[in-house]
């Protein structure tokens, strides 16, 4: 089994940045491929960055391609996203999640889910 908890959303303006953090439990953390989605009122949860086990391989989705950028520290058990040059369409719920297998960009793919953090951008 594994718990994650989000941290780090807030309300900023517009081409600000904002870092969120997950902290996982569980001893097996550095061999999950892990994610980040995001939820806004009224659509569905969607892709935003993925992380292979070791942190070699990162994918994005195309809308924040060059401003996110997904990182994990496996000593520390945690996974990172580093938002700059915020939008206000960047506005939702940002979770992050774990899979047990090979997962990149669907929901489907990922077991273990966080409880969401929020972020607001302001235009």
């Known amino acids: 089994q594994v718990q994650l908890v989000e941290s780090g959303g807030g309300l900023v303006q517009a081409g600000g940045s904002l870092k969120l953090s997950c902290a996982a439990s569980?001893?097996?953390?550095?061999?999950?491929?892990m994610g980040w989605f995001r939820q806004a009122p009224g659509k569905e949860r969607e892709f935003v960055a993925a992380?292979?086990?070791?942190?070699?391989?990162?994918y994005y989705a195309d809308s924040v391609k060059g401003r996110f950028t997904i990182s994990r520290d496996n000593y520390k058990n945690t996974v990172y996203l580093q938002m700059n040059s915020l939008k206000p369409d960047d506005t939702a719920v940002y979770y992050c999640?774990?899979?047990?297998?090979?997962?990149?960009?669907?929901?489907?793919?990922?077991?273990?889910w966080g409880q969401g953090t929020q972020v607001t951008v302001s235009s």
């Open positions: 992380i292979n086990w070791s942190g070699g391989s990162t």
């Open positions: 569980g001893r097996t953390f550095s061999s999950y491929p």
């Open positions: 999640a774990a899979a047990r297998e090979y997962a990149v960009s669907r929901v489907h793919e990922y077991e273990y």
